[in-house]
């Protein structure tokens, strides 16, 4: 078996992947979003990677509004654990959702986060700039996976995100 591979997130993980989260981010709010995202049902697709037996990170995509519309879908939380941070296991989480998403026939994918980390795989702040969402800046990015996405709009994201 390949010492790293990366499967579909179970019910019974939530548990792991919310203290996955709490580690790699310092604080609880994005194991509170993960929570929230599946009580209320609103994730699209949730990935973790498998290491030796242990998952070490995680994935989420969810539905994003555009203009009323469900033709958005957004990337995050995401975490890999501190010690295994560095050896390309977030980026190949991020290509592998993307793929996942393409192949479903999503459009634009939207991401808040770093923008040397999600540059490597085709976000940018100019692609989200004609969108309207609660933030903004060279943080708030998006990624046209598929042609036919929207050129603009208003973004609602899920209750999960406040
Ligand atoms: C950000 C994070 C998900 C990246 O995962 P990772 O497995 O460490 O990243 P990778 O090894 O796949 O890195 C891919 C590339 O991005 C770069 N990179 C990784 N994390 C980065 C960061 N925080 N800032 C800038 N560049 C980063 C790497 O140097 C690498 O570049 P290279 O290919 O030129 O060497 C991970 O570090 C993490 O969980 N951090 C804490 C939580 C967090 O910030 N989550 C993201 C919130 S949007």
């Known amino acids: 078996m390949k ?3 990366i499967r579909r997130l179970r019910p019974e993980d939530l548990d792991v ?3 996955l989260n709490t580690e790699a981010f310092g604080g609880p709010d994005e194991a509170a979003i993960t929570r929230r995202l ?3 049902e609103d994730t699209l697709l949730s990935l973790v990677a498998n290491r030796h037996d242990a998952l070490v990170a995680h994935i989420e995509f969810f539905r994003i509004l555009i203009d009323g519309q469900p033709s958005g879908v957004g990337l995050g939380p ?3 654990k501190p010690e295994v941070q560095g050896r390309g296991i977030g980026e190949a989480l991020v290509r592998m959702g993307l793929l ?8 634009l994918v939207f991401v808040l986060g770093d923008p040397d980390f999600y540059g490597k795989t085709g976000f940018s702040a100019e692609a989200a ?3 309207r969402a609660p933030w903004s800046g060279p943080s708030f990015m998006a990624n046209a996976i598929n042609p036919g996405a929207p050129a ?7 209750a999960a995100f406040g």
């Open 152 to 158: 603009s709009g208003e973004l609602t994201y899920p």
């Open 78 to 80: 995401m975490c890999v």
């Open 38 to 40: 599946h009580a209320d």
């Open 17 to 19: 992947v919310a203290a």
């Open 100 to 107: 996942i998403m393409a192949g479903r026939g999503e459009s």
């Open 3 to 5: 010492e790293t591979w």
């Open 129 to 131: 700039a004609p969108f």
